[in-house]
């Protein structure tokens, strides 16, 4: 990790699991990233949920201790799935950069429907998991294109330069 120097970085789905371990490796670094972006679909930490899971609790725990040490890391709501969401953290992403522009973006947030077998998947949980880990990549990276690192292309398609 030492050797990949990066300005800024976001991590999605960084509450817990290998996000969390990834924003935690930015920041430990030598010279850490100038902004880490953590994010999370929630930001009071119970995912919606009444009674939420104890190790989700406890990873959303150790990212809040982790803003309150590095002031570089900035959690932010991200929803991959709304586009308002998507919009917020872009424009909260913006006023820190500024002109430099965002230089990684890790799409790391995603679920796992447990497959059961062809017989009895449904389609509700395939357009789940195609909303999320597809569709919801595609939209979190449409922001990025307005970056310095992309130019339009001959077809008016966009590329990195
Ligand atoms: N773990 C493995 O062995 C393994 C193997 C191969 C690939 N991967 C890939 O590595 C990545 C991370 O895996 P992991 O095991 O760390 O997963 P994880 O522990 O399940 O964490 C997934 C993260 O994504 C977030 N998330 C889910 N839906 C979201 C949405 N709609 N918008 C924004 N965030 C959302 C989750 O938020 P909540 O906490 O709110 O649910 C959580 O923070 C995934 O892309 C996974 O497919 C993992």
């Known amino acids: 990790m030492d050797a990949l120097h990066v300005r800024s970085v976001l991590v999605t789905g ?3 699991g290998i996000g969390l371990g990834l924003v935690t490796r930015f920041l430990e670094k030598r010279d850490p990233p100038e902004w880490v972006f953590a994010t999370s679909l929630d930001l009071e930490g119970s995912h919606g949920k009444e009674l939420p899971n104890t190790d989700t609790v406890i990873s959303f725990q150790k990212l809040k201790k982790l803003a309150g040490h590095h002031p570089n890391l900035v959690v932010l709501q991200l929803d ?8 917020a953290a872009t424009r909260k992403v913006e006023e820190h950069v500024k002109e430099h522009g965002l230089t990684l973006l890790i799409n790391n947030a ?3 429907i447990k497959f059961t077998c062809l017989v ?8 789940r998991q195609f909303n999320t880990n597809t569709i919801g990549t595609l939209q ?3 922001p990025a294109q307005k970056y310095p690192g992309w130019q339009e292309g001959p077809k008016g398609n966009c590329l990195p330069k």
């Open 14 to 16: 960084s509450d817990r």
């Open 80 to 87: 991959v799935r709304d586009l308002k969401s998507i919009e």
């Open 110 to 112: 995603a679920i796992l």
């Open 120 to 127: 009895t998947e449904t389609a509700e949980n395939m357009e």
């Open 140 to 142: 979190v990276s449409q």
